[in-house]
T-cell receptor, first 116, second 115 residues
Framework: DAGVIQSPRHEVTEMGQEVTLRCKPI?????LFWYRQTMMRGLELLIY????????DSGMPEDRFSAKMPNASFSTLKIQPSEPRDSAVYFC??????????????FGPGTRLTVL | GNSVTQMEGPVTLSEEAFLTINCTYT??????LFWYVQYPGEGLQLLLK?????DKGSNKGFEATYRKETTSFHLEKGSVQVSDSAVYFC??????????????FGTGTKLQVIP
């Protein structure tokens, strides 16, 4: 199994530009999570999908952030327009069973975003 | 709300030393508890977990016991290796207002093992 795949691994962009991060979860997993990791705030849950449906987006910082999961094998996180304070490492994680917290989450390698 | 508190790092140890990383939590009821590890440049990966009080999770020489009375889940290893150098995250999973069991992570503790 290839694990959770994220692209790009690194992204450098200028303030005001649109950024799209991509994630391919492990095949057969029903849950997908997007997290943001910064030194100041640690690991924060941005959004949780269950069977491709957004269940909890309370962690999405503001309207500049949006996430989609058009099918079971692909999700995107978009920031438009990007700001320097969005600079962070963004992780995608998937889990085999929907909504069961005792299940292991499998993390991708992350996308390091730098907004100049 | 739910929260996880873990000891500040970095923790620097010599190879073969004993490791303890403290973790305490705040949550109602009986959350599931986890330790995740993050190696440089990689995502988090599950190290061990415990789903009920007095359970002991163990993996790769690491272990942690779910202590309900002290709301703790301290990570221990008897003899660390250089390859254990990483950031360790304590976490809990508990029901949320969204109708699912949300995972809350601690801030992470960096471990550096010196040869």
């Amino acid at each position: 199994d290839a694990g959770v795949i994220q692209s790009p691994r690194h992204e450098v962009t200028e303030m005001g530009q649109e950024v799209t991060l991509r994630c391919k979860p492990i095949s057969g997993h029903n849950s997908l999570f997007w997290y943001r990791q910064t030194m100041m705030r640690g690991l924060e849950l941005l959004i949780y999908f269950n069977n491709n449906v957004p269940i909890d987006d309370s962690g999405m910082p503001e309207d500049r952030f949006s996430a989609k999961m058009p099918n079971a094998s692909f999700s995107t996180l978009k920031i438009q327009p990007s700001e320097p304070r969005d600079s962070a490492v963004y992780f995608c994680a998937s889990s085999p069973i929907a909504g069961t917290g005792s299940d292991t989450q499998y993390f991708g390698p992350g996308t390091r975003l730098t907004v100049l | 709300g739910n929260s996880v508190t873990q000891m500040e790092g970095p923790v620097t140890l010599s190879e073969e030393a004993f490791l303890t990383i403290n973790c305490t939590y705040t949550a109602t009821g009986y959350p599931s508890l986890f330790w995740y590890v993050q190696y440089p440049g990689e995502g988090l990966q599950l190290l061990l977990k415990a789903t009920k009080a007095d359970d002991k999770g163990s993996n790769k020489g690491f272990e942690a016991t779910y202590r309900k009375e002290t709301t703790s889940f301290h990570l221990e290893k008897g003899s660390v290796q250089v390859s254990d150098s990483a950031v360790y995250f304590c976490a809990l999973a508990k029901g949320s207002s969204g109708g699912y069991q949300k995972v809350t992570f601690g801030t992470g503790t960096k471990l550096q093992v010196i040869p």
